[in-house]
């Protein structure tokens, strides 16, 4: 007979068994769970044979360079032209458990995003690549997009005689003197980030961050303020910014005040803007008010003209990079790479192919009515506005303001102004 001690050992060594045991099913059940049956899909795996880079867009290249301009938003040579450039930057090593994806199949994804604004599960089955590799590499491809062509594409003019040559521009194309930039501000949809509360929520009712751009007569950004919350006014954004301190020092390297054509009066050289922005010498902006008299509204109707430059690049920017149309699921850091690598692309192809968007545009008939493009019909981004009202105007701009009133009334009228009014 077993003494009762060897009893209480018996019933504690049958206890740890039948713990152990219990541990030991629970591990073996969560590691069958765990096993992985295949370290790639196979449909993933059929990639070559299947997958819209290899297969569709070598087929377009082929067949139709329109509908390969169509699926990538640019023409394959400009798509090549990236892929080149951009390889170093997107090339990665083979490991001992996989190869790397190639640099064009990234590119071509990404474009396809930018383009679409599809998600990312939707291009996963399209391109056959995993959306959570999808995730990781677009803003990579973004940021890469950035830094090799964001010093070349988006720059302002470094002397007073590169700023002489956009104000040219706007004189000849637009018949407003002494203009070198048209700025303007939109809302970048994007969810609402963790923890943010308001600050992202606009006026308008949803969550965005802000672009301010400043834009030249080609319609190319020379300058742009991307990352604001939404709820700040453009103005503010603009308050904020270097490019108001460039212009308040002086820094900016703005011609001297000069006589503009057929008249005796030396005036500043200025950007455009609406009435959210602040009148200055180096800012100008339309009359406001009810009552306005004919000179104000031919004045307001000549910058106007001016002004539609910045309309229309933000318009046709969003047209051509759909992704701005929708609302954004990445983290406002990330959708600020988006942007600044659509921005980058959209310059890119103002300059390789400047009129490959014109018909989108607005365009004026020969009695200077305004045809409005096929971007407003597509869908476009949100205004920015003030929500506390323009700030003070300056006696000085008050002054030149009054002095191309009266030039755009004498000597610098056009015939056909009057009829717009």
């Known amino acids: 007979m077993a003494s009762e001690t060897q009893l209480r050992v018996l019933r504690l060594l049958l206890q740890q068994q039948a713990e152990y045991s219990a541990a030991l099913a629970v591990l073996v059940r969560y590691r069958t769970k765990r096993q992985r049956h295949f370290w790639v899909r196979p449909w993933i795996a059929r990639r070559p044979q299947f997958g819209n880079y290899e297969n569709l867009m070598a087929e377009l290249e ?7 301009k169509n699926y990538m ?26 190869r790397a994806l190639r640099p064009g199949l990234k590119l071509a994804i990404t ?18 690549v995993p959306h959570n ?3 990781k590499f677009v803003g990579e491809v973004c940021s890469a997009i950035v830094d090799e062509y964001g010093d070349e594409m988006v720059s302002m003019p470094a002397t007073e005689n590169d700023w002489r040559k956009v104000s040219e521009q706007f004189a000849s194309k637009w018949n407003f003197s002494h203009a070198v930039g048209a700025l303007d501000g ?32 080609e319609y190319k950004f020379m300058w742009v303020d991307v990352g604001a919350n939404g709820s700040t006014s453009d103005c503010a954004v603009f308050n904020n910014s270097d490019l108001k ?33 602040p009148l200055r010498r180096w800012l100008m902006k339309p009359f406001s008010g009810r009552n306005l008299t004919d000179a104000e509204r031919i004045f307001n109707y000549r910058l106007s003209r001016a002004r539609r430059t910045v309309e229309n690049a933000f318009g046709i920017l969003a047209n051509r990079f759909r992704c701005l149309l929708t609302t954004l699921q990445q983290e406002p850091e990330t959708v600020k790479t988006l942007v600044l690598a659509c921005i980058c692309l959209h310059n890119l192809m103002r300059t390789r192919y400047p009129t490959l968007q014109n018909m989108a545009l607005d365009r004026e008939e020969d009695n200077h009515q305004v045809v409005p493009g096929t971007w407003r019909n597509e869908g476009a981004l949100e205004d920015v506005r003030s929500a506390t009202g323009p700030s003070q105007a300056t006696l000085e701009a008050k002054e030149q303001r009054a002095c191309l009133k009266h030039y755009y009334n004498n000597a610098g009228a056009v015939s056909w102004q009057t009829d717009m009014i």
């Open 133 to 135: 590799t999808i995730s």
């Open 73 to 98: 938003r640019m023409e394959p040579a400009m798509f090549h032209e990236l892929l080149e450039r951009l390889t170093p930057r997107l090339t990665k090593q083979d490991t001992r458990f996989r």
């Open 245 to 277: 301190e460039a212009l308040e020092n002086d820094t900016i390297r703005l011609p001297p005040a000069e006589v503009l054509p057929g008249d005796d009066r030396a005036i500043s050289y200025f950007l455009i803007g609406d009435d959210a922005f």
């Open 111 to 128: 474009l396809r995003f930018l383009a679409s604004g599809d998600s990312y599960r939707s291009l996963s089955y399209a391109f056959r």
């Open 62 to 68: 082929r067949e139709s360079h329109g509908d390969f």
């Open 186 to 217: 939109n809302h970048i949809a994007i969810k609402a980030p963790k923890n943010s509360g308001s600050t992202y929520y606009n006026y308008k009712g949803f969550f965005s961050i802000i672009l301010l751009g400043l834009v030249d007569a």
